[in-house]
């Protein structure tokens, strides 16, 4: 298998290729659609969007840590192997469900390395999670930091991100994988993303990319 294009770095490290940057806030900005996720929570669930707003540091000016509003919206899958779950009365609704948090970035400013906490009544739960690569751009003459400037253009809205999570009381160690647009990320571009995990110097994300699966979403 040849080498990928992409530059993903293993998590809990710094990455050891030189062209690895932290994606910047604004970038982060928006509406991401999960496409692909080795988090079996996802397999009941479609049309997984995730929404970032940059907030205030905390303490004011004061701080170097990045807050970001996070909203994450799904609904459940309309599939017979999951109609017991629509059942139960609030899984019901083919209603859009939220998850509200907010996350704080590592001191100093690093936008590659976060802890996610709950708001209302999910105030007690936290999670830590970290870019593990990201890119796009709509023309060669912009491409991010998260790709070797030999790869050749994305598309317009062509923008990804590799995210990695932490193992927690309630969910094992996992990867999603984000698209800017609505219609996901090219065949090609996955594959790519697939062969960039296997190669990370993590053995756990090795593991992880021959877990990774597509998450159900309504045509755009």
């Not at 994988?177 to 990370?200: D, H, N, P």
Request: proline share 5%.
């Amino acid at each position: 298998m040849s080498q990928s294009s992409i530059i993903l770095r293993p998590p809990n490290k710094p990455s050891s290729n030189a062209d690895w940057k932290p994606p910047p806030v604004d970038w982060l900005e928006g509406t991401w659609h999960v496409t692909h996720s080795t988090l079996s929570l996802w397999k009941t669930k479609k049309n997984v969007r995730i929404t970032y707003k940059a907030l205030p540091p905390f303490g004011g000016s004061t701080s170097s840590a990045h807050r970001l509003d996070d909203t994450v919206s799904y609904q459940w899958l309309n599939s017979e192997s999951y109609q017991w779950l629509k059942s139960i009365q609030w899984l019901s609704s083919d209603a859009v469900k939220t998850v509200h948090g907010i996350d704080t970035s590592s001191e100093g400013g690093d936008t590659s390395s976060w802890d996610w906490r709950g708001t209302g009544w999910l105030f007690f739960v936290t999670s830590h999670w970290e870019f593990l690569g990201w890119g796009g751009g709509d023309s060669s003459e912009d491409v991010s930091p998260g790709e070797d400037s030999s790869t050749s253009a994305l598309p317009a809205g062509g923008d990804w991100a590799v995210t990695y999570f932490a193992k927690t009381l309630f969910t094992p160690a996992g990867i999603d994988v984000y698209s800017r647009s609505e219609a996901g990320l090219s065949s090609a571009k996955v594959a790519e993303i697939r062969a960039a995990l296997a190669e990370v110097d993590d053995e756990d994300v090795r593991k992880l990319a021959g877990e990774i699966f597509e998450i159900a979403r309504d045509a755009p």
